[in-house]
C-alpha cells in the first residue's frame, strides 16, 4: 500500500519532528494535540528545523515555505479521516496509546496502518486493544527524528506481514533507515545501549573511573559521545523507564546500578533539567560530587578497574543474544547500530567489531569480567558455540559474517 498522507498524533519532542520529516518527503501530514497551544508549538518547532536548512543555504525559503503548509494543524480526530497511516507520538504509558488507537480506528479508513513510536511498550499489547491488530505496528523513530536516520520496524504478534512491508517502504519514502526488529522488550537499538549505560554507572560508583575519563574514553574509541552525555541528552527519567522494562523481561542482567536512583531522586535528568552528570544551566557541580559520593559511599563493590572493553562488550554479548533469539540479523544489528547509535563507521558495526576481534578473544573477555563483575557478563549462548566450530570472525575467515582471504 501507497502512502499518500499520513497523520501524526502528539506534537511534542518527537511527533513535531516525525510531522516535519513526512513533509519534507513531500508528503500531507495532519498533525495533532490536545490543545491549539501545544499544535501551534509543534508547528513552531517545525518551522525552526526548516528556519535552520535555509540559513545553512540547504534549502530556499520558498521551498521551505511549501514543505511547511503540509503540515495540516488539527486539534480534531476527524482529521484523520482521510490518513493512510496515523503515527501516534503521545507519552510512554500503554493506557493512554490504547486511547487513542481507540479514538481514531474507526475514523481512518478500515485500511489505515496503526503506527506507535513507543521506545519501549509491547506493540502486540497495544494492538490488542484494538479492532484491528493486524494494522497495528511499531515505527520507532529516534531523537531527534529530523536527524536520526534510523527507523525500528517492529512487528507485533498480530501484525499483518504486508503491514510492517509498507512501513518499511515508507521509511525509506522519508529518506531513513529502516530495520526490522522482531517484538522483544526495549526493542533492539534500547536493548543494547541500556546494559552499555549502565555498566558505565557501575564503574563511576566503584570508583573505576570519573565521568569525563568514562566519557573521553568511549569518544577515543570512536562514538559519537560519551554514556554520561548521552543519557543526559537522552533524559535519564527517560532511560530509567526503558531499564525497569528489560529488567522485568531480562532478569538481573539489567539490574540497574544504584547510582542511577539517587540521580533520579534528586530529578538530575540531564539537558532538559538543567543538569544531569554535567552542570548545564544549574552551574553548581557540587551537586554532581554529592550523588556520586554517595553512590560510592554505598556501593556494593568499590575499586574495581576500568576498560572500554567492560563498556562495550555488554552491548555485544547483547547483540549476539538478539541475534540468536532471531531478534534481527546480523547484518541489521550492525546497521541499526551504525544509524541508531553512531557506532564507529570503521569498526562497520558492533558484530563486524565483534569479528574483527576475534570471537574466541570475545569469550575470554567476557569470562573474565564475569568472573570479576558477576553475571552479567555471562557470555551469550551461541558465543561459545561459534567459537567451538571455529566461526573465530575474521581471522578465521568466519564469524558473524563470512570474510574473503
Ligand atoms: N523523546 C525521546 O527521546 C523519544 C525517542 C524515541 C521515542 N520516544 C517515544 O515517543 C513518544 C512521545 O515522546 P515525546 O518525548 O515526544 O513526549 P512529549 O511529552 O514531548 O509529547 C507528547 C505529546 O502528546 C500529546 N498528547 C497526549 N495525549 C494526546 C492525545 N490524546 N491526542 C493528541 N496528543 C496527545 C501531549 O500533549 C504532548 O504534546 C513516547 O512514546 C516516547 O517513548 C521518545
Excluded at 161 to 168: C, G, I, S
Excluded at 356 to 364: F, I, N, R, S
Aim: aromatic letters at 8%.
Amino acid at each position: 500500500m501507497y502512502i499518500y498522507k499520513a497523520g501524526v498524533i502528539g506534537a511534542g519532542a518527537m511527533g513535531a519532528e516525525i510531522a516535519q520529516v513526512i513533509s519534507y518527503a513531500g508528503l500531507p501530514v495532519v498533525l495533532k494535540d490536545v490543545n491549539q497551544e501545544l499544535v501551534d508549538k509543534g508547528i513552531a518547532k517545525i518551522r525552526a528545523i526548516y528556519d535552520g536548512r535555509v540559513k545553512k543555504g540547504k534549502m530556499s525559503p520558498e521551498d521551505a515555505e511549501k514543505k511547511i503548509a503540509l503540515v495540516i494543524p488539527s486539534t480534531d480526530n476527524n482529521s484523520f479521516k482521510d490518513v493512510d497511516i496515523v503515527i501516534e507520538a503521545v507519552p510512554e504509558k500503554m493506557a493512554i496509546k490504547q486511547k487513542v488507537f481507540q479514538e481514531v480506528q474507526d475514523i481512518v479508513p478500515e485500511t489505515a496502518i496503526l503506527a506507535t513510536n513507543t521506545s519501549a511498550l509491547s506493540i502486540s499489547e497495544l494492538g490488542s486493544a484494538t479492532k484491528r491488530p493486524g494494522r497495528v505496528v511499531g515505527m520507532h523513530f529516534f531523537y531527534p527524528a529530523h536527524v536520526m536516520k534510523l527507523i525500528e520496524v517492529i512487528p507485533g504478534l498480530a501484525t499483518e506481514e504486508e503491514v510492517a512491508a509498507d512501513v518499511m517502504t515508507f521509511s525509506e519514502t522519508l529518506r531513513k533507515i529502516p530495520v526490522k526488529v522482531n517484538e522483544c522488550a526495549g526493542f533492539l537499538v534500547n536493548r543494547l545501549l541500556m546494559p552499555y549505560l549502565n555498566e558505565a554507572a557501575f564503574c563511576l560508583q566503584e570508583g573505576a573511573a570519573t565521568v569525563e575519563e568514562i566519557d573521553q574514553a568511549a569518544v577515543a574509541f570512536g562514538l559519537p559521545m560519551g554514556p554520561f552525555t548521552l543519557v543526559d541528552n537522552l533524559g535519564l527519567d527517560i532511560c530509567y523507564d526503558v531499564v525497569q522494562v528489560l529488567l522485568n523481561s531480562y532478569g538481573s542482567r539489567m539490574k540497574p546500578a544504584e547510582l542511577w536512583m539517587h540521580f533520579y531522586e534528586a530529578k538530575r535528568f540531564g539537558r532538559k533539567t538543567g543538569g544531569g552528570f554535567y552542570p548545564y544551566e544549574d552551574t553548581d557541580t557540587s551537586k554532581i560530587k554529592a550523588l556520586i559520593s554517595k553512590a560510592q559511599a554505598t556501593s556494593p563493590k568499590k575499586n574495581t578497574k576500568f576498560s572500554i572493553e567492560r563498556l562495550i562488550y555488554p552491548m555485544v554479548n547483547e547483540a549476539i543474544m538478539c541475534v540468536e533469539e532471531h531478534v534481527s540479523t546480523a547484518a541489521d544489528v550492525d546497521l541499526a547500530m551504525l544509524a541508531g547509535v553512531g557506532f564507529p563507521q570503521e569498526k562497520e558495526g558492533i558484530l563486524h567489531y565483534a569479528d574483527a576481534t576475534g570471537l574466541d578473544k570475545v569469550l575470554a573477555e567476557l569470562m573474565a569480567l564475569h568472573e570479576t563483575h558477576g553475571d552479567r557478563f555471562w557470555p551469550a549462548t551461541s558465543l561459545r558455540r561459534y567459537v567451538a566450530a571455529k566461526f573465530l570472525g575474521k581471522k578465521a575467515s568466519r564469524g558473524f559474517f563470512e570474510y574473503s582471504t
